[in-house]
Structure formats: C-alpha cells, structure tokens
C-alpha cells in the first residue's frame, strides 16, 4: 500500500450516532476499491500492484463491496481500520487535528500542528496482504 486514507471513515447524514452503528472496512479492502474503482485498474493489475493473486484480490474487493453496500442499506458508519498490510514510509494519524502523514523517519510531532498527540499507523500493520 502506497498510502493510508486521509480519513477514518464515514458517517450517514442524517441519522443520529446512537441509532447507527458501524461497520469496519479493512486497509486492503479500501486500497482493493480505490485500485478498481477509483483508479479504474482490472482486477489483475490491481491484484499485481498489491502483490497479492488475483483470486485474493477478488475476494477482498467482494468483501469491500459487501461491507460498504451494507452501510449504506443499514444507514451504518464505516470505519476505516485494520487489517493485514504492509506499507512504506511512517505513518501517523495526529489526534488532535486528525491529519495523516507519513515521514521516512519516525517522529514525535504532527507536521500539520506539532501536537504530541499522534498515533502510529505502521503499528497497525501486521505484513503483507493475505
């Protein structure tokens, strides 16, 4: 994976937090959709470009699919998070001013507004998709 989302998830309009609920769509499967949908890729090149077969690409842009058409049906949120994936650089989310960032050194602050209150996203990590 070349890079995080820049955000956590999303959230229905319209429909109060405690009615709502969430649903958790993995790193991969975002990255599945974005090389697909977004990026126009066939399954093939998407699959080659997260090293992973194609059949396995399939399986995780079906289960990205599924996860996000749930959502929207249930007026679920999604969040984005987890899952198995490897990625380049350091990555870090600050929890104060919700930016992502990446570094090729570790660091102790948020570029954006210097806060201490960041949180490693590489930790997150657990190697490379399965």
């Not at 104060?96 to 930790?123: A, F, G, T």
């Amino acid at each position: 994976m070349s890079a995080l989302p820049p955000m956590e998830g999303y959230r229905p309009y319209g429909i109060s937090r405690k009615n709502r609920g969430s649903v958790d769509l993995l790193f991969e499967e975002y990255e599945a959709i974005r090389l697909a949908d977004y990026e126009n890729l066939t399954q093939e090149e998407a699959a080659q470009r997260m090293n992973i077969s194609r059949p396995t690409f399939t399986r995780l842009y079906d289960k990205a699919r599924k996860t996000i058409a749930r959502a929207f049906i249930e007026s679920k949120s999604i969040v984005i998070r987890g899952g198995d994936y490897e990625i380049d650089n350091h990555w870090y989310r600050c929890r104060h001013c919700r930016q992502v960032n990446y570094s090729p050194d570790p660091v102790d602050n948020c570029k954006n507004c210097h806060s201490e209150d960041i949180l490693s996203l590489n930790e997150q990590s657990s190697g490379s998709y399965k």
